[in-house]
Nanobody
C-alpha cells in the first residue's frame, strides 16, 4: 500500500529556514510526479512545487519561486522541500502528494501524506 509520510515541520521565526521531508513507500514512484502543497487556515490547498521522480521536470508556484527548492533522493525514496527566507504568510499545513506523471492536473494527485505543520512567527 502506497504511503507518503511528511516530517520536518515546526515553529520558526521569520527569515529562518526549514527542510521538509516526504518519505515514499509501498510501491514504485518511478513513473510519478511528486508535489508539495500547503493549506493555511481558511484557505484552499495550494500547489507549491512539483518534481518528476527522474528529476527532469521541476515547477514552482510564483509565491515560493526563489525561496523554496524541491529535490528528491532516489536512494532514500524521499522528496524534500527546502524553505528559506520564511514569512509569516508561509504558516500552513504542508502536504506531500503524488500523481502519475502521464496524467496532469491537481485532481489527479492520488496519494497524500498526513501533513506537517509549519508556523512562522514575526
Amino acid at each position: 500500500q502506497a504511503q507518503l509520510r511528511e516530517s520536518g515541520g515546526r515553529p520558526v521565526q521569520a527569515g529562518g529556514s526549514l527542510r521538509l521531508s516526504c518519505e515514499a513507500s509501498g510501491r514504485s514512484f518511478v513513473q510519478y510526479t511528486m508535489g508539495w502543497f500547503r493549506q493555511a487556515p481558511g484557505k484552499g490547498r495550494e500547489l507549491l512545487a512539483r518534481i518528476t521522480w527522474s528529476g527532469g521536470d521541476i515547477w514552482y508556484a510564483d509565491s515560493v519561486k526563489g525561496r523554496f527548492t524541491i529535490s528528491r533522493d532516489k536512494a532514500q525514496n524521499t522528496v524534500f522541500l527546502q524553505m528559506d527566507t520564511l514569512k509569516p504568510e508561509d504558516t500552513a499545513v504542508y502536504y506531500c502528494a503524488a500523481r502519475e506523471s502521464s496524467v496532469a492536473g491537481l485532481s489527479n494527485y492520488k496519494y497524500w501524506g498526513q501533513g506537517t505543520q509549519v508556523t512562522v512567527s514575526s
